[in-house]
C-alpha cells in the first residue's frame, strides 16, 4: 500500500533519509545486533522485495538493503569468529537461513477468506475442505420423516450449501475463468521475489558493496537457495518440468552470477587465496543445489563454462597446480 511521508519531506528526501537509515544498522551495538540477528534479517529482505510505495512510486532501496545485509553477515563473521566452519561458514548465519527465514506468502487473498485460520482470534470453526460457514452438526437440517432417502443431509460443499437455502443449483458459469487469466491477476498483484531479487542485485552491484557479497557468497548462495525451493512449494511447481520452473530473465541472472564468480576465482586466486578458496567452494556447493531444482541441462551448462575457464587458465601458467 502507498504509504504516507511525513510533514516537511518530499519523496526525495524520504529517500535517501530510508537509505541512511538503512545503512545506520552497521552502526549498532555487536552485542544487540547477534541478539536481534533473525529479526534484522528478516527486515531487511522483507524491507528489499516489498520497498514501500510513495505517491506512486516505488522507493528504490534495493542495493542499499541489499549491501546492508552483506555488512550485518559480514560483522557478525567477525563477532563470532569461533562459529565459522573450516569453509567460512557461520553457525548462527546458517541456522537463521535453515530454521529461521522464510519468504513471504505469494498467494492470493481471496474476499471474504480469513489468512489467520486456526489462531486464536479467528472466528468459527476452521477445518480442510468444509468452508467455516457450513454447520459442524446435522441440527438444522433435519431428514424428511416420509422418505430417509430425500436429500437432507447436511451440505458438504458451498455449492451444496447454495442449493439447499435457495433451492435450485448455483450456476458459475458467468463466473468462470481460464488459469491465463487467474495468471494475469497473480502478476499484477504479485511482489517481487527473494531469488530473483537476490540474483538481481548481486548482479548489479559494484565497488565495495559486490566486494562485500563476495566474501559473504556462501550465505547469499544459501539464502538464495532456500528461497528458490520454498517459491517453488508455495506456487506449486516442484513437480512441473524443470524447464518450466523459474522465468528466463531469472536464468539469465543465474548464469551472468555464476559467470562473474568464475572470472573472479580464475583472476584472483593469486593475489587473494583465502577469499577465493572459500569463494570457489561456496560456487561448488551453489551448483550442487542448483541440481535438485532447476533444469539439470542449463547446471551442467555452467558446470561446462567454469571447466573451459580454469582449463584455459591453466593452459598460460607454467605452474599449473597452483590452481589447486
Known amino acids: 500500500k502507498s504509504k504516507k511521508i511525513p510533514p516537511r519531506m518530499n519523496e526525495i528526501a524520504f529517500e535517501n533519509e530510508l537509505k541512511r537509515s538503512i545503512m545506520d544498522i552497521n552502526n549498532a551495538k555487536g552485542e544487540t545486533l547477534v541478539q536481534f540477528l533473525p529479526l534484522i534479517l528478516d527486515r531487511l529482505i522483507s524491507l528489499m522485495v516489498r520497498p514501500p510505495v510513495i505517491g506512486g512510486n516505488i522507493v528504490n532501496c534495493g542495493q542499499s538493503t541489499f549491501e546492508a545485509i552483506a555488512q550485518v553477515v559480514l560483522t557478525v563473521h567477525g563477532l563470532l569468529d569461533e562459529k565459522n566452519d573450516h569453509n567460512g561458514r557461520n553457525l ?5 537461513i535453515h530454521y529461521s527465514f522464510s519468504i513471504p506468502y505469494q498467494g492470493l ?3 471474504g477468506s480469513s489468512p489467520n485460520i486456526g489462531s486464536p482470534h479467528s472466528q468459527g470453526y ?15 437440517y433435519q431428514r424428511s420423516s416420509s422418505n430417509p432417502d430425500l436429500a437432507g443431509s447436511t451440505p458438504t460443499s458451498p455449492d451444496m450449501e447454495f442449493s439447499t437455502f435457495t433451492g435450485r443449483p448455483l450456476d458459475r458459469s ?10 494475469g491477476i497473480a502478476k499484477l498483484r504479485g511482489k517481487k521475489l527473494v531469488h530473483e531479487e537476490l540474483a538481481l542485485q548481486w548482479v548489479v552491484s559494484s565497488g ?4 562485500l557479497a563476495l566474501n559473504n557468497a556462501w550465505f ?3 539464502l538464495m537457495v532456500k528461497a528458490m525451493a520454498e ?12 524447464q518450466m520452473r523459474f522465468p528466463d530473465h531469472f536464468v539469465d541472472d543465474v548464469t551472468s552470477l555464476v559467470t562473474m564468480i568464475i572470472k573472479d576465482v580464475v583472476d584472483r586466486y593469486i593475489k587473494e587465496p583465502p577469499l577465493i578458496k572459500t569463494l570457489n567452494t561456496s560456487l561448488a556447493f551453489f551448483l550442487h543445489d542448483l541440481l535438485s531444482l532447476m533444469d539439470r541441462g542449463f547446471v551442467f551448462h555452467l558446470i561446462r563454462e567454469y571447466c573451459r575457464a580454469m582449463s584455459y587458465k591453466m593452459k598460460q601458467l607454467s605452474d599449473p597446480t597452483s590452481l589447486m
Open 174 to 183: 458467468g463466473s468462470m475463468k481460464t488459469d491465463e487469466a487467474g495468471q
Open 92 to 96: 548462527l548465519l546458517a541456522s537463521y
Open 126 to 140: 476452521a477445518t480442510l475442505g468444509r468452508p467455516s460457514s457450513l454447520p459442524v452438526s446435522k441440527a438444522n
Open 208 to 211: 565495495s558493496t559486490r566486494e
Open 231 to 242: 517459491h517453488l512449494d508455495q506456487v506449486d511447481k516442484l513437480c512441473v518440468p524443470r
Open 109 to 111: 487473498i481471496h474476499q
Open 220 to 222: 547469499f548462495f544459501e
